[in-house]
């Protein structure tokens, strides 16, 4: 094999090395890892979760910078480019950078048949232990128990939602689901559980494992009224919050479990009351509830499974009157669309179904049958729907925001959903030119 000398080759490479895109199994990556000799001397905190993972970290690691702390941050999936899943002291890390943890990873592999994603995970977790970090903040790709990201111990675990997803690697249910997230719980060390009602699963393995086991609703809190939110833990309390910046009502959930998992962290990362003040007015996170302003108004949304297309319904409903929805969906044919399409009917006047770059994707053809089911199982009796307009099949998501830009009108809206690969495919180059004003 000729050595890979840019990082587009090397992510081709690692797609080269394993028969399947997942192989869940911590045993041929374990041993890659202790062959690179990968540890961290700085606190760790390892997000896993249904939904909310993302924002999660991006407020912990916003209101750690804004106390001072060397932040180092892995997250996936990208959006648009590999290197947004590494951030170091705020900054996107650049290819180059990566390079030579690439080559390490490559001469530690051996024979072991390492996933994509394992086999980038490695890449990442050295570049971070390289880094003279204060602190690292690693999310969970899928489950937690087996995922790569599990390698590390961690110091403080963070459960965010606990829903129905990869059903076919986690489980049937939630139990089973959250037995598998509940992996990344380590003996004595905080575990923050942020869903108000959590599997039974995630409370017997921290209990039997002896983790210091915080609960929502228990060991902290929140309240919130229009202009500003509180939050209470075990010892320390927050008044007169301004709101995150990150939209959405599901985001007092995430950050109260983030304000959770820094009083328990406290003792080795103090933050200040202003330190979380201003991390959670200045954190950014593109694609989750992310509404650009402009005419139509444009809201882009990773939402990827039912539940939080739940959460983008919510939140859909709490802006202000438009007179149509169009909406730009294309997703992944292993989620339930069925499901995800019956929460946002009676939301959406026109459907733009798109095409997307993987082999996982739904086709645009199955789109339109599953969107059929969905409106003919849906039972008499419920909220009517609007008067549904014909539906446009298209190539990429960046074609079929062409076309919904087209046939809006500037009081409507437009909503790009259903998967990162839907939003990643109209940030890819820019906004289209029509679109071009939502950036100013």
Same mark, same amino acid.
């Given at each position: ?18 028969p399947k ?36 970290c ?25 290197e947004e ?11 180059a950078q ?11 592999r051996a ?8 086999f ?9 232990a390289?880094a003279?970090?204060?602190?690292v903040v690693?999310?969970?790709g899928?489950g ?12 403080c675990?963070?459960l ?8 076919d ?6 139990e089973?689901i ?33 983790a210091?086991?915080w ?10 009224d ?25 985001q ?11 009083e ?7 933050v ?8 959670l007015?200045?954190v950014?996170?593109p ?8 005419e139509?108004t444009?809201?882009l949304d ?33 989620k ?21 770059? &993987?082999?996982? /994707?739904?086709?645009?053809e199955? $789109?339109? *049958? @599953?969107? %059929?089911?969905?409106? !003919?199982? =849906? ?5 009517p ?7 446009g &099949?298209?190539? /990429?998501?960046?074609?079929?925001? $062409?076309? *919904? @830009?087209? %046939?809006?009108?500037? !009081?409507? =809206? ?27």
């Amino acid at each position: 094999m000729t050595t890979p000398s840019t990082l587009a080759e090397w992510l081709a490479h690692c797609e080269r090395l394993h028969p399947k895109t997942i192989d869940l199994s911590l045993e041929r990556v374990q041993r890659v890892r202790a062959r690179l000799s990968v540890d961290f001397a700085c606190p760790v905190f390892t997000v896993a979760g249904t939904n909310g993972k993302g924002s999660t970290c991006a407020m912990l690691e916003a209101i750690l910078r804004a106390s001072g702390y060397r932040v180092g941050v892995y997250t996936s999936p990208h959006l648009v480019h590999f290197e947004e899943r590494c951030r170091v002291d705020g900054e996107v890390i650049e290819a180059a950078q990566l390079l030579p943890h690439f080559a390490a990873v490559e001469a530690a592999r051996a024979d072991e048949t390492l996933t994509y994603f394992e086999f980038t995970t490695l890449v990442i977790l050295r570049l971070l232990a390289g880094a003279e970090l204060d602190a690292v903040v690693l999310e969970v790709g899928l489950g937690g128990r087996l995922d790569a990201v599990n390698l590390i111990d961690t110091d403080c675990a963070i459960l965010t939602s606990i829903d129905l997803d990869h059903m076919d690697y986690l489980g049937p249910d939630r139990e089973s689901i959250g037995r598998e997230k509940a992996g990344i719980l380590r003996p004595g060390r905080p575990a923050i559980v942020a869903d108000p009602l959590p599997p039974r699963s995630v409370l017997d393995q921290a209990r039997e494992i002896g983790a210091d086991l915080w609960r929502a609703g228990i060991d902290f809190n929140f309240q919130g009224d229009p202009q500003q939110w509180g939050w209470a833990g075990r010892a320390r309390r927050h008044h007169g919050l301004a709101y995150p910046a990150l939209r959405g009502a599901n985001q007092l959930l995430n950050a109260s479990g983030v304000l959770a998992a820094l009083e328990a962290m406290r003792p080795r990362l103090p933050v200040t009351a202003q330190a979380v003040r201003n991390g959670l007015a200045m954190v950014e996170l593109p694609g989750r509830f992310q509404i650009v302003p402009g005419e139509p108004t444009l809201v882009l949304d990773v939402a990827h499974n039912p539940h939080a297309v739940s959460t983008l319904t919510a939140n859909l409903d709490q802006m202000g009157y438009h007179p149509r929805t169009h909406a730009v969906f294309g997703a992944m044919k292993d989620k339930d669309i069925e499901s995800m399409f019956a929460r946002m009917l009676v939301l959406v006047d026109r459907w733009y179904f798109s095409a997307l770059p &993987t082999p996982r /994707a739904a086709s645009v053809e199955e $789109l339109v *049958a @599953l969107h %059929a089911r969905a409106l !003919a199982a =849906r039972p008499a009796g419920l909220a009517p729907l609007p008067p549904h307009e014909p539906h446009g &099949t298209y190539s /990429a998501p960046r074609t079929a925001l $062409l076309a *919904a @830009l087209d %046939a809006a009108d500037p !009081a409507d =809206r437009i909503v790009v959903f259903g998967s990162f690969f839907t939003v990643g495919g109209v940030l890819a180059d820019g906004l289209p030119r029509r679109a071009a004003r939502h950036l100013a």
